[in-house]
């Protein structure tokens, strides 16, 4: 069955630098990914949605990737801030019902 | 603008006892509705779905039930609670079409003990 996998261990970076988080996935490549911020103790927020057939997808600080032959998304935050620091979920879409297949999250800390 | 609604945001519940959590979404219409479970540090497991008013489809075999009496309304029930059913609640609602972003609510933290 489909998995997608994202790094388990926190990322700690300076504030500043760049934030780069990775999701991988399993079998086939999945029409569309998406991402999502989670605050703790909140629900999850839509951050940026990308498609099999776009390489890159932009909003504000926030990148994101989509490589096919690397099953594999990347999402970066440029000039990152203590206040993105928040764990970050990745998810694909199952099927024509809108379900959506999440990975574990990557938590992000970023220190003054 | 659309909102979603979903309460209580804390529930302390003795095993065995029944549960009813509610979520409602105001200011579309006919949207999908979610119901998902997240252990700590974890990500979210897919519980229950809806396209529509009674329609539901479950995800994976438990001790729980959802319900979708109105467009906008989505119940998760359980008759008798497990220890195993501790956990953070979401509900979250999209539009009709596939491939748009799901809208979440702020949860209920549900203690069993």
């Known amino acids: 069955s489909q998995k997608i996998e994202q790094n388990s261990e926190a990322l700690n970076i300076q504030e500043g630098k760049t934030a780069t988080l990775t999701c991988n996935y399993t079998?086939?490549?999945?029409?569309?990914l998406q991402w999502y911020r989670q605050d703790p103790g909140r629900g999850p927020v839509f951050l940026l949605l990308?498609?099999?057939?776009?390489k890159e997808k932009r909003k504000e600080r926030l990148k994101v990737t989509f490589d096919t032959t690397l099953k594999q998304s990347l999402f970066h935050i440029t000039a990152s801030q203590p206040a993105d620091s928040a764990t970050y979920l990745c998810?694909?879409?199952?099927?024509?019902?809108?379900?959506?297949?999440f990975g574990q999250g990557t938590t992000l800390q970023v220190k003054p | 603008s659309q909102t979603i609604h979903q309460w209580p945001a804390t529930l302390v519940q003795p095993v065995g006892s029944p549960l009813s959590l509610e979520c409602t979404v105001e200011?579309?219409?006919?949207?999908?509705l979610y119901w998902y479970r997240q252990a700590a540090g974890r990500g979210l497991q897919l519980l229950f779905y809806?396209?529509?008013?009674?329609?539901i489809s479950s995800e994976v075999p438990q001790n729980l039930s959802a319900s979708r009496p109105q467009d906008r309304q989505f119940i998760l029930s359980s008759k008798k609670l497990l220890l195993s059913d501790s956990g953070f609640y979401l509900c979250?609602?999209?539009?009709?079409?596939?491939?748009?972003?799901?809208?979440f609510g702020d949860g209920t933290r549900l203690s069993i003990l």
């Open positions: 979250a609602w999209s539009a009709p079409a596939a491939g748009g972003p799901q809208h």
């Open positions: 079998n086939y490549s999945p029409a569309y």
């Open positions: 990308i498609r099999e057939n776009e």
């Open positions: 998810a694909h879409g199952s099927g024509n019902t809108g379900k959506l297949i």
């Open positions: 200011g579309t219409s006919n949207p999908n």
């Open positions: 809806s396209v529509g008013i009674g329609q």
